[in-house]
């Protein structure tokens, strides 16, 4: 069997199992996020933290909620690491530095975990497991919670309230992180992964879930961190290392596990607004959108030219050997069209193209289908700017899931869309404007500037996979890369909670031969095109400074 052939039936294996999950988790989650009982644990919870779960939230009650609970979080894991050389199983490691502790506060408890350094040459398994591991599951809640709120800003009407966060957060990661968690940290341990704290264990994999179950055990690490997203993992090689990534059905696995949440949320809406078709159709524009990624990236990397990827029917660098050109490229297109950030190749190593399909997925706003619930909110959002435009077109008060589609609304979805562009940008900007920043620079040139740009739009998206071939483990980017990870977490999430307070207030307004059918072909068409579009008019000029440049000469 060639290469070529594996690598169609390694992606069709994937869709089809994508597709036969869809409908039962989605009902899953949607009797989760809905249901009226709560169990005795999760009462037990509430009672200590003091919380009436019989009680709802206004949006701003709420968005205050989600910005307590990371603040507290931010500060708790920074802490954890500056005094871990104090702590039970530190392993001798001394305090983790400032600057470094900063940025890995910040990009765990924003879902992003981007890692400046190698997890077990740095951090003892105290930290890994109850600071970083944690934060893999609430972290990736919290999206969840955001993108239910929103959504039930959709589904209600003449009411200012969008739920309580912090019994969504209870639920989602009790009932829907952590069996998810444990069921595949045990098909990792089967096929292979080490599960011990001597050797360490990445659980670097359930980035579409929640992150990494544990920071010292592999199996257990490397499930949460494709249920949520991670960055270097534990050994810093990511899902390359054999630990981590014994064998070809881990990697499916790993794959699966990054995409099957985020593209059962779809159906969450459908039944939560109640019209099944709405879910399908937002299912379809993250499906077309992933399908045209893996495409390109797999076609970009198998038939590139030059002598050497000619003489081996590929452009095979920075690869690994167990799993080949196909699936790695088809890796490298999920995980940035999600908020993964896990990696088994290098994408600095890709061709120029190639590695800028990485980058174009992220500055879609990885809605494809993005994060654990970032994704299904990022791609309402461009459902929003899409009704608005057809509005335009037409000269109809836009109308969307029968809520109108006013100046309040189009202002949060316009802010909502700007914010991580201008991070991005002006990060890039400020960082190639650096005598200091420069010098983290391993190549010159448009393949110097790819790295930095890659690093920005990674941070700012929080994706948290890297391109290589730069030292960001300095005092200028732990602070920037931190910064952008922070702004570009919670600004959304603050306007995401603001569109559907304004939403919810709102009275429906009854469907007429005029509106716009958001479940028909021609609306999924009207969303591709303008996420493209979109994306292409913000970022094309930094693009052709870099990876256009390095491709065409």
């Not at 800028?356 to 959002?381: D, F, Q, R």
Request: glycine share 12%; proline share 4%.
């Amino acid at each position: 069997m060639s290469s070529t052939t594996a690598g169609v039936i390694f992606i069709a294996s994937l869709l089809i199992a994508l597709v036969l999950v869809y409908k039962p988790f989605g009902d899953y989650m949607h009797r989760t996020l809905t249901s009226d009982r709560h169990s005795r644990a999760e009462r037990l919870v509430y009672r200590v933290v003091g919380v009436n779960p019989g009680g709802e939230q206004s949006w701003g009650v709420y968005a205050r909620s989600v910005l307590a609970f990371s603040a507290i979080s931010i500060l708790a894991l920074y802490l954890f690491q500056r005094v871990q050389n104090h702590l039970y199983l530190a392993l001798g490691f001394p305090p983790v530095k400032p600057d470094q502790a900063w940025n890995t506060a910040v990009s765990f408890v924003t879902n992003t975990n981007w890692q400046s350094y190698s997890g077990e040459s740095t951090m003892g398994h105290l930290v890994q497991m109850a600071g970083l591991a944690v934060q893999n599951f609430t972290s990736a809640a919290v999206g969840i919670a955001v993108a239910v709120a929103l959504v039930r800003g959709f589904a209600r009407s003449k009411t200012n309230e969008v739920g309580n966060f912090w019994v969504d957060l209870v639920r989602i990661c009790t009932r829907i992180l952590l069996p998810v968690a444990v069921i595949g940290a045990t098909l990792f341990i089967a096929g292979g992964m080490v599960q011990n704290l001597s050797a360490g264990t990445d659980v670097t994999t359930l980035a579409g879930a929640t992150q990494s179950i544990t920071g010292g055990p592999v199996a257990s690490q490397e499930v949460i961190k494709e249920l949520g997203t991670n960055g270097g993992g534990f050994y810093n090689a990511n899902s390359a290392h054999p630990f981590e990534n014994p064998t070809g059905w881990t990697n499916w696995l790993q794959l699966f596990l990054i995409l099957f949440i985020p593209f059962s949320l779809p159906r969450v809406f459908g039944r939560m607004v109640g019209d099944k078709r709405q879910g399908l159709a937002i299912a379809g524009i993250m499906a077309i959108l992933a399908i045209g990624s893996v495409i390109a990236i797999n076609a970009l990397q198998l038939a590139h030219g030059g002598t050497v990827p000619t003489a081996v029917g590929a452009a095979t660098e920075g690869t690994e050997t167990r799993f080949g050109v196909s699936q790695s490229a088809t890796f490298g297109a999920i995980t940035t069209l999600t908020s993964t950030g896990a990696v088994n190749s290098f994408h600095d190593s890709y061709t120029s193209l190639g590695g800028m399909i990485t980058m174009l997925n992220m500055m879609l706003g990885e809605v494809a289908p993005g994060g654990v619930g970032s994704g299904l909110y990022g791609m309402l959002i461009l459902a929003v700017i899409t009704v608005f435009v057809a509005g335009l077109m037409v000269g109809r008060t836009p109308e969307y899931l029968g809520k109108k589609i006013g100046a309040r609304e189009i202002k949060f979805a316009s802010l909502y869309l700007l914010t991580t562009p201008a991070l991005v940008l002006v990060g890039t900007a400020i960082a190639m404007g650096s005598a200091t920043a420069r010098a983290s620079m391993a190549n010159p040139g448009a393949h110097g500037l790819s790295e930095v740009l890659y690093a920005f739009t990674s941070a700012s998206n929080n994706n948290g996979s890297a391109f290589a071939g730069i030292s960001v483990n300095t005092t200028f980017y732990n602070t920037a890369l931190g910064l952008c990870m922070l702004i570009g977490r919670f600004l959304p999430i603050i306007l995401v909670l603001g569109l559907a307070g304004s939403l919810a207030r709102q009275t429906p307004v009854p469907q007429s031969a005029g509106t716009l059918r958001t479940y028909q072909p021609l609306f999924i068409g009207m969303v591709v095109a303008v996420t493209v579009v979109v994306v292409l008019l913000t970022y094309l000029p930094a693009l052709a400074l870099g990876p256009l440049a390095e491709g065409v000469r």
